[in-house]
């Protein structure tokens, strides 16, 4: 029989939220860099009479309070642009060749619909990352992942090839944490490859912004996943500036597969943000699936992120984390997170390290740490 979708109420959902704030940004393109406010901005002193005294005031003045001795926001770059090294080793010449080689399959694709024009030339963009995790219980495992994207500007609306993994889409586009929703490997196995073939195997015709009459961003997917499983997807996004330099976002994702059946995810995002200031941020999802166990699942991440140079983001904050199922409310994890991600000898190629501390009651698990490194590398 089908099971039953349960919704939290409203109030329970925004006393989750009230935790903390988060990154507004719903751009699309792959290459994600970090959401700092530009340096040499002069933050206007508010007199104390003239400011607010609700929860979007008083939170950032306790902060401006509190003593750091963390450098300052920077946006000064420590690795040579791509046109400077592309030469410079057999690895700079493959990388190159794999940027040209996705954009000219792009022009060719673009080819089949009509005439392309050189002022809007059509192109790709390519992500190929390799996840890392260990902790004592798992002990060691390697996750691949590939996400790529063809725009094809001929066609009259808004279509693109969008191929890879396609839980990368689910997530927020900045999130600060190393996460994957598919499952995990073989207990048995550091690098499964057959469940990293199906992980990657799947390709979409994506039409986005089809029209203009909708108050919010769309995304519209066809296509098929791990193998045979055919979909389509539907994401809305809309972006809210607020009072005070915070601002909010929030995005709905539905797919429906004839394999995988029903998938529903929400990201929500509050942050407050100032010029050459770090941020506040908070990122909290929530996930019904038919396919996993629980009724929903959520995710929250609290944190602050900092800017030391161009590509850098360095956070710490708190997750919480947990479920709803057969009525039962509960709080499975918790506990705290430290994440660094930077270019490393390249523009293109960038590392992070996430550093946790956190629990499982489900599976009688007290505090540990776990120890995640992403490589990824940008075409």
């Not at 008083?58 to 300052?72: F, G, N, S, V, Y």
């Not at 997807?233 to 394999?259: P, T």
């Not at 529903?264 to 100032?274: G, M, Q, V």
């Not at 490393?344 to 960038?350: G, I, N, Q, T, Y």
Request: charged share 25%.
């Amino acid at each position: 029989m089908p099971r039953k979708v349960h919704f939290i109420a409203p109030s329970l959902l925004f006393c989750l939220l009230g935790s903390g704030y988060t990154v507004a940004d719903n751009n699309t393109n792959l290459e994600t860099e970090p959401q700092t406010a530009p340096p040499g901005y002069e933050v206007p002193l508010v007199p104390e009479s003239e400011a607010g005294n609700g929860f979007f005031y008083t939170l950032p003045r306790l902060i401006d309070a509190t003593p750091t001795i963390l450098p300052e926001q920077s946006n000064e770059p420590i690795v040579p642009p791509t046109h400077e090294t592309e030469e410079q080793s057999w690895v700079d010449r493959r990388q190159k060749q794999i940027r040209h080689w996705a954009d000219n399959t792009a022009h060719k694709i673009d080819n089949w619909f009509g005439e392309t024009s050189p002022e809007e030339p059509a192109s790709a963009t390519l992500r190929i990352l390799v996840d890392s995790r260990w902790n004592k219980y798992d002990d060691y495992d390697i996750k691949p992942r590939v996400r790529g994207r063809i725009k094809l500007p001929t066609l009259e609306r808004k279509l693109s090839l969008v191929f890879g993994d396609d839980s990368l889409d689910n997530e927020l586009q900045n999130s600060v944490a190393i996460t994957n929703e598919n499952p995990s490997n073989s207990p048995d196995k550091t690098l499964d490859g057959r469940r990293a073939r199906e992980d990657n195997s799947s390709l979409a015709l994506r039409w986005s912004d089809f029209t203009e009459r909708l108050p919010f961003e769309t995304d519209a997917d066809l296509g098929v996943r791990s193998g045979d499983d055919i979909y389509a997807r539907l994401k809305i996004a809309k972006d809210w500036e607020l009072v005070n330099d915070f601002s909010f976002h929030a995005e709905q994702i539905y797919r429906y597969g004839l394999d995988s059946e029903n998938y529903l995810r929400t990201n929500l995002e509050l942050i407050h943000a100032r010029p050459d200031h770090p941020f506040l941020s908070n990122q909290f999802s929530l996930t019904y699936a038919d396919e996993q166990d629980d009724d929903l699942r959520w995710d929250n991440y609290s944190f602050r992120q900092h800017q030391f140079f161009h590509g850098n983001r360095f956070n710490y904050g708190l997750y919480t984390g947990g479920y709803y199922h057969n009525d039962d409310l509960r709080l499975n994890s918790w506990g705290p997170f430290v994440s660094w991600r930077q270019p490393f000898l390249r523009e293109w190629f960038f590392v992070q390290g996430d550093l946790n501390y956190y629990n499982d009651d489900r599976e009688d698990r007290s505090h540990f740490p776990s120890i995640l490194l992403r490589l990824e590398a940008l075409f």
